[in-house]
């Protein structure tokens, strides 16, 4: 396994830079006076959004997905990036994290007319329509409760992405071989293979987000990493 991460970042080395999509200080002062609540603004440090979406590849204008997007903290950054000419989908399931969120997810359509809030399955949203797709923080929990399930549910984003279509993966980083399902981890590599193999091509890698201080023993929600773990960034494409 250490052989097939090895392979993976020197072929990927010359993509880790990648041209910026987006005016990330406009994007960051836009966030700053954006009428979202303070709980909203205080987590925009350690996610470090508009870096990271401009490494992702999103553009103003584009038609955005977020995925399992709970209370929808990503959608509202993501509608406030693509601007008033771009879309977000709020992609849920349903179920009680949707029904004890919906207060603050109606406050943010309310907010950000450009995002509509789809609960159901992305299957319902027709085949090649969505330019960028986006799951911050989950892959690790569908992966973990079943691979079978985690290849079901994101080929369906595959489908639903254009051709050419990225798709950002952000999670905690895990350490193979450890107990990631306890820990609420997944590693590299297992997050790779796992995507590739629904057809996705990895396109970079990105260190924007890492904490060398987080030795990947401690779940993400200790108070000891104060919401602060160390995360991989993983640029996919649909290939054309």
Known sequence: MKVFIASVLASLCFLTQVNAQLDVENVKRSLENSGRPLADLERDT????????????????????????????????????????????????????????IDQINERLLRRPNISHHIGPVSDLPSNSIDFALTALNFHDIYNRSSEEAHDRFTQVFNALKPGGIFGVIDHQGTEGADNVSLHRIAFADAVKSITAMGFALTGTSDLLANQSDDHTLGPFDPRLGRNTDRFILRFVKPQ
Do not use: C, H, T
Not at 54 to 67: I, P, Q, T, V
């Open 46 to 101: 350690n996610r470090k959004a508009p870096e990271v979406l401009s490494f992702l590849g999103l553009e103003k204008g584009m038609k955005a997905l977020d995925l399992v997007a709970i209370g929808g903290w990503y959608s509202e950054v993501l509608a406030i990036s693509v601007g008033p000419a771009g879309q977000v989908i709020m992609q849920n399931n349903p179920g009680r994290m949707v029904d004890s969120n």
